[in-house]
């Protein structure tokens, strides 16, 4: 295998025994948690646009905010990514003899951070200057796709704690910069032939 970190140290019994658990719950809970687990992200695309069609109706600022929050959110994908890479941790189901939900990654593929968790919980600290009550839904999403990418036995729970940190750290950064210069852009997008973007007709 390829030289790497070993994360089973620092929490691999708490991992083993979430596992676990999952191996003895009942089918219907496993599959509503492996599908969620998958797809679940799509969810926060959801929620975002819906920010983006209710801002057209708040003005052109509140419209550039909440355009900006996809944007974030790579952003934190994009750091999250560069950590993977510099701290190449073994996937928990190439250290640890257990049975998983989810197939296990090929080598290379490394575990920490989880990018999952630092979508959601960018998504969803983004989502919080756009709207309160979208941010709130978006907050319950990002800690159940945390938590079910330990059910399914894609990470360790140190894995999502960090996804987690770090997406809401790079998506908090990224939402104040730009929120500085909100106005500024709108006033520019309304002069082009993007201002539907922007603007409710």
Same mark, same amino acid.
């Given at each position: 295998m390829i030289l790497a970190f070993d994360g089973s140290a620092v929490d691999g019994s708490a991992y083993t025994e979430v596992v676990n658990l999952a191996r003895h719950a009942p089918a219907w809970l496993d599959d509503t948690v492996s599908a969620w687990s998958t797809y679940g992200l799509a *969810? =926060? %695309?959801v929620l975002m646009t819906i920010g983006w069609w209710r801002a057209r109706r708040a003005g !052109?600022? %509140?419209s550039v905010t909440a355009l900006a929050v996809p944007f974030a959110v790579v @952003? !934190?994908?994009g750091v999250d990514a560069a950590l993977k890479l510099l701290v190449r941790e073994y996937r928990p189901c190439q250290s640890l003899r257990v049975t998983t939900l989810e197939a296990c990654p090929a080598p290379g593929d490394w575990s920490f951070p989880s990018n999952h968790a630092a979508i959601a919980a960018a998504a969803a600290? %983004? *989502? *919080? =200057? @756009?709207?309160?009550?979208l941010g709130a839904v978006a907050m319950v999403a990002a800690g159940a796709m945390a938590a079910s990418r330990v059910w399914v036995g894609a990470h360790y729970p140190h894995d999502v704690v960090a996804g987690v940190v770090v997406g809401a750290l790079a998506a908090l950064l990224a939402m104040s910069a730009l929120r500085r210069r909100a106005e500024t852009l709108a006033l520019r997008l309304t002069a082009t032939r993007l201002r539907p973007l922007v603007a409710a007709s």
């Amino acid at each position: 295998m390829i030289l790497a970190f070993d994360g089973s140290a620092v929490d691999g019994s708490a991992y083993t025994e979430v596992v676990n658990l999952a191996r003895h719950a009942p089918a219907w809970l496993d599959d509503t948690v492996s599908a969620w687990s998958t797809y679940g992200l799509a *969810l =926060f %695309a959801v929620l975002m646009t819906i920010g983006w069609w209710r801002a057209r109706r708040a003005g !052109a600022t %509140a419209s550039v905010t909440a355009l900006a929050v996809p944007f974030a959110v790579v @952003v !934190a994908y994009g750091v999250d990514a560069a950590l993977k890479l510099l701290v190449r941790e073994y996937r928990p189901c190439q250290s640890l003899r257990v049975t998983t939900l989810e197939a296990c990654p090929a080598p290379g593929d490394w575990s920490f951070p989880s990018n999952h968790a630092a979508i959601a919980a960018a998504a969803a600290v %983004a *989502l *919080l =200057f @756009v709207s309160r009550w979208l941010g709130a839904v978006a907050m319950v999403a990002a800690g159940a796709m945390a938590a079910s990418r330990v059910w399914v036995g894609a990470h360790y729970p140190h894995d999502v704690v960090a996804g987690v940190v770090v997406g809401a750290l790079a998506a908090l950064l990224a939402m104040s910069a730009l929120r500085r210069r909100a106005e500024t852009l709108a006033l520019r997008l309304t002069a082009t032939r993007l201002r539907p973007l922007v603007a409710a007709s």
